[in-house]
């Protein structure tokens, strides 16, 4: 099994297409048809099939893909890092991101990098917390930043980066804009993208704690995108970061409700590969993440009371 064998693996799966491998790699379709031959032949299993959608991997194939993955992006990170030490600016960076996260002084950071690293690719993914997990396991990406009440015990080696106060909003000008009581709320829609049944019983036992029923309607709804559109169409209740708030356009929509209880704080947290180490553009960047929220918090748009820092 040779590093070629594994890349061209990834670049059919990747492209769907053996042509689209070869495009990728730069190398004859021939050449890539023989690497995969011989890593059947080594295995003794068929790894690639044909469908309509184009070449997918068989069951095995999926396999042994996972691992591939794995062993061809720590690869060209070991290439990337001796580049970089020979004072080369080239290589690539893909961070995950949800989608607070990305609000959190993201492009502030993402801007003070370019000027460090100009010739780095860099790839943004908006992703859920399970899919940010997988992607770091099989090393698809280089970090993630996920804002999350609290993350699942295996998600790799975890840094608390920062701590956001978080509020009960709704849309401004909507049914509930003026609402100060939860009884007022009995009707409302509460809308969350927890994965886990964390903020669900949340809801349940703030209203238990003061002898109110439960809601009758606390919806999960895991796409972003369709969620940023119920929040500004419909009278639904969410919990939302004080800083995304006051210092984001998306904020100018809500309203905070002047409630007696309110939502728990929202870490931001860095994830990182299991066991891995960091390339130096990585490493950057998260430099550049922290440097520009303590910089937002200390007086640059941010209430200073809706973040702090978590201690080191």
């Known amino acids: 099994m040779k590093i070629h064998q594994l890349r061209a693996l990834v670049a059919i799966a990747s492209s769907g297409s053996i042509n689209g491998a070869a495009?990728?790699?730069?190398?004859?379709?021939?050449?890539?048809?023989?690497?995969?031959?011989?890593?059947?032949?080594?295995?003794?299993?068929?790894?690639?099939?044909?469908?309509?959608?184009?070449?997918?991997?068989?069951?095995?194939?999926?396999?042994?893909?996972?691992?591939?993955?794995?062993?061809?992006?720590?690869?060209?990170?070991?290439?990337?890092?001796?580049?970089?030490?020979?004072?080369?600016?080239?290589?690539?960076l893909i961070i995950g991101i949800t989608p607070i996260a990305g609000t959190?002084?993201?492009?502030?950071?993402?801007?003070?990098?370019?000027?460090?690293?100009?010739?780095?690719?860099?790839?943004?993914?908006?992703?859920?917390?399970?899919?940010?997990?997988?992607?770091?396991?099989?090393?698809?990406?280089?970090?993630?930043?996920?804002?999350?009440g609290k993350p699942p015990a295996d998600s790799g080696t975890i840094k608390e980066i920062v701590s956001f106060d978080t509020l009960f909003v709704t849309r401004a000008n909507g049914a509930y804009a003026n609402a100060d009581t939860l009884e007022a709320l009995q009707e409302a829609e509460w809308i969350h993208t927890d994965v886990t049944d964390n903020y669900p019983s949340y809801i349940r036992a703030m209203h238990e704690r003061l002898g109110l029923p439960t809601p009758r309607r606390i919806t999960r709804c895991t796409s972003y995108a369709l969620?940023?559109?119920?929040?500004?169409?419909?009278?639904?209740?969410?919990?939302?970061?004080?800083?995304?708030?006051?210092?984001?356009?998306h904020g100018l929509s809500f309203v905070p409700l002047a409630l007696a209880v309110q939502p728990p704080s929202l870490p931001l947290y860095l994830l990182s590969p299991p066991a891995a180490q960091l390339t130096r553009p990585a490493e950057y960047f998260v430099d550049c993440l922290e440097r520009t929220i303590e910089t937002l918090i200390r007086g640059n748009g941010v209430n200073p009371q809706g973040a702090t820092f978590a201690a080191d």
Do not use: C
Request: no cysteine.
């Open 104 to 148: 959190a002084g993201m492009a502030e950071a993402f801007d003070e990098f370019r000027k460090r690293w100009p010739l780095v690719k860099v790839e943004f993914r908006e992703l859920g917390f399970n899919q940010l997990n997988e992607q770091l396991r099989n090393r698809t990406l280089d970090l993630a930043f996920a804002a999350f």
């Open 227 to 249: 969620f940023y559109s119920l929040t500004m169409n419909t009278d639904a209740i969410f919990n939302w970061t004080r800083h995304s708030l006051e210092a984001t356009p």
């Open 23 to 92: 495009k990728a790699l730069h190398v004859t379709q021939p050449a890539i048809t023989k690497a995969v031959q011989e890593l059947e032949s080594e295995f003794g299993v068929r790894l690639l099939e044909r469908n309509q959608w184009g070449v997918v991997p068989t069951p095995e194939g999926a396999a042994l893909l996972n691992r591939a993955r794995t062993v061809v992006r720590e690869m060209e990170r070991a290439e990337e890092d001796m580049a970089h030490l020979k004072g080369l600016r080239e290589g690539s």
